[in-house]
């Protein structure tokens, strides 16, 4: 799995886990929002590694 398919999983994580914060009772609500910002830093940190993956300096 390269690392275009993994952000693609983790921003689809992180939408999925938003929508949960909205429909279910407010005692979990915390959690998924924290999930979900969670998921959203990871794929910030990914984006800027994979922009430095395999790239050859010419």
């Given at each position: ?10 921003r689809?994580?992180?939408r ?13 609500a915390?959690?998924?929002l ?17 922009g430095?993956?395999r790239?050859?300096d010419?």
């Amino acid at each position: 799995m390269n690392l275009r398919e993994v952000i693609k999983i983790l921003r689809f994580e992180r939408r999925r886990v938003l929508a949960m914060s909205r429909v279910c009772e407010p005692e979990f609500a915390g959690d998924y929002l924290r999930t979900a910002r969670a998921l959203g830093i990871a794929v910030e940190v990914l984006e800027r590694v994979s922009g430095k993956h395999r790239r050859k300096d010419d």
